[in-house]
């Protein structure tokens, strides 16, 4: 089993690629959460655009059935008319003249909505439109923002394949539990950090004083010291100090 001292030492060297890795992650910037927005966006257009489209095809049904609708009425009214010339009752003469009028009000009607149809089509096929225009516009600068990315990309891949296999190299020198415990503070450190040295007298993660006696079991090395306050690992203790110049002894 691997001692405290060995443990520490390669969790530092680890933090260090870790530290490296994070560098090239920030050249890239915001542009991979960018790129995925993007693409949800124009997911989300084109389900737009879809629905839009399925609503010109209902609208056109709807004309069509409308106009069907007015070729029946109108036969029937030419049949009313044949009727109506026909009778001799009065009474008679007049029901076939009300069904005469229901059926041109539902003639009206018919068109009425048709009229609304064409415009809801109309309306409809601008939304498109405006639409598909958002779509190109959020195509072109996806394309551009990938563009960026895979130079970006390609121009430091060999250094963070190179990273990555020191950061492997590294983590096998390091017990798992432990190793999983540095995993498990970083993933929660805005910077990444998740092992620290106690420089002058204070945590390099939260710059929080840590007590003499504490410092003390921290260079020992015989068990892991946590910072009371964020939690990280302390990997050593390191005090500078300016030192004054000595005198220089001149020879006699």
Do not use: W
Not at 111 to 135: F, H, P
Not at 191 to 214: H, Q, S, W
Not at 219 to 244: A, M, P, Y
Request: glycine residues 2%.
């Amino acid at each position: 089993m691997q001692n405290i001292e060995k443990d520490l030492k390669a969790l530092l060297k680890l933090q260090e690629v870790d530290k490296q890795i994070e560098a090239i992650l920030h050249l890239r910037g915001a542009l991979p959460q960018e790129i995925q927005k993007l693409e949800h966006d124009i997911v989300a257009l084109t389900s737009q655009t879809t629905t839009y489209t399925e609503g010109i095809a209902e609208a056109e049904q709807t004309i069509a059935s409308l106009r069907l609708q007015i070729k029946e009425l109108e036969s029937d009214i030419q049949r009313y008319e044949e009727q109506q010339l026909q009778i001799r009752n009065s009474r008679e003469y007049d029901a076939i003249t009300k069904e005469l009028e229901l059926h041109q009000l539902d003639i009206q009607l018919a068109e009425k909505k048709i009229k609304t149809n064409y415009a809801r089509i109309e309306k409809l096929q601008q939304d498109v439109l405006t639409v598909q225009a958002k779509i190109d516009n959020a195509s072109a600068t996806l394309k551009i923002k990938k563009d960026d990315l895979d130079t970006i990309i390609t121009d430091s891949q060999t250094e963070q394949e190179a990273l990555i296999e020191k950061r492997k190299k590294y983590q096998a020198q390091i017990t798992k539990p432990l190793l999983q415990q540095y995993e498990n503070i970083r993933s929660h450190m805005p910077n990444k950090l998740g092992v620290v040295k106690v420089r002058d007298g204070a945590c390099e993660g939260c710059f929080t004083m840590i007590p003499p006696y504490m410092q003390a079991d921290i260079q020992d090395k015989k068990e892991i010291v946590c910072c009371e306050h964020c939690g990280r690992i302390f990997g050593d203790v390191i005090n500078v100090t300016i030192l004054e110049p000595e005198e220089e002894v001149e020879e006699e």
